[in-house]
């Protein structure tokens, strides 16, 4: 794989939430505009199907057709989605087919729990990648323990050529480090938000972390700072971003939901299929955060 190909998965992603009416079926409608919102925030890539999509709470066909919508109103961001959820081998087969065929530029796949068992890890997700044509990239997905990946299994599945990053979860510098020493053609995404600048300093290329779901346009905006080696006005950035990440942190995804609601998306009703709420005294403080990353020109 060329740099130019791998390079073109570094950078920022965009999580995506999913909307729901009151009985908590899917608001395609509302998902639509909120995909157009996270395209205007200038971020480089989409990241539909994902946790904070909920999408162990969704079914197969809810999936297939959210990653299809993204892309309909992507207005040309690449997007990539999840596609090994199912729980039987022939099902995620199908599975990879069907995310395949919505359009997406790539496929997501989750480690699936098989952290204790190192080479059954890498001769499953190699052996599911002959199912597709399409870049792949890795998925420490919490959601199935224990969902860590070694960085020499990374490694291995970087040299197949079909792998082109990974979204680190571990959370600890010695283990992002880890994975940065041997990535090679290819990108190590971080998702936890108080490292985030010092693994782009050692060498991460991007960014998949669950405040983007609200306020994608802080990262974009971090990383073209970043990249420009404008390390003083990212690390002023960085800042607002923590802010953000512990606006939201209790109540998540609920927190995120309300945030964008508040952006102008009216859809986005602050529920979700895990029946999570917030109280009125956590959306008076998301309010005040809102209120603030507004008059400073942070938010929408």
Not at 128 to 135: M, S, V, W
Not at 193 to 220: D, E, H, N, Y
Request: glycine content about 8%; some cysteine; hydrophobic content about 40%.
């Amino acid at each position: 794989m060329t740099k130019a190909e791998y390079e073109k998965f570094a950078g920022v992603y965009a999580l995506m939430l999913t909307p729901y009416h009151d009985d908590l079926t899917v608001n395609y409608d509302a998902y639509a505009a909120y995909t157009e919102f996270q395209t205007a925030t200038g971020a480089g890539h989409l990241f539909a199907v994902c946790g904070t999509s909920e999408m162990a709470e969704l079914t197969l066909d809810e999936r297939e057709k959210l990653a299809a919508l993204t892309v309909k109103h992507a207005n040309g961001t690449p997007v990539v989605a999840t596609a090994n959820l199912e729980p039987s081998w022939f099902a995620q087969v199908d599975e990879v087919k069907r995310m395949s065929q919505t359009g997406v530029d790539g496929l997501v796949f989750v480690t699936k729990g098989m952290h204790d068992d190192p080479e059954r890890q890498f001769t499953y997700l190699s052996e599911l990648a002959q199912y597709t044509e399409l870049p792949l990239l890795l998925y420490e997905f919490p959601g199935i323990q224990p969902h860590k990946m070694e960085a020499d299994v990374y490694k291995k599945l970087v040299d197949t050529g079909r792998f082109v990053g990974i979204k680190d979860t571990t959370s600890n510098m010695h283990d992002i480090c880890e994975k940065i020493d041997i990535q090679g053609n290819s990108n190590v995404l971080q998702a936890n938000v108080p490292l985030l600048l010092k693994a782009w300093i050692a060498g991460a290329r991007g960014v998949m972390a669950t405040p983007t779901s609200c306020g994608a346009q802080l990262f974009q905006k971090m990383w073209d700072e970043f990249k420009a080696g404008n390390l003083e006005e990212a690390e002023k950035t960085n800042w607002c971003i923590n802010h953000l990440d512990n606006a939201i942190d209790s109540g998540f995804n609920v927190s995120a939901k309300y945030l964008v609601q508040l952006q102008g998306i009216s859809g986005m009703k602050p529920i979700n299929r895990g029946k999570r709420t917030i109280g009125e005294a956590r959306m008076q403080s998301l309010r005040t955060y809102y209120d603030w990353a507004k008059s400073n020109g942070l938010a929408y």
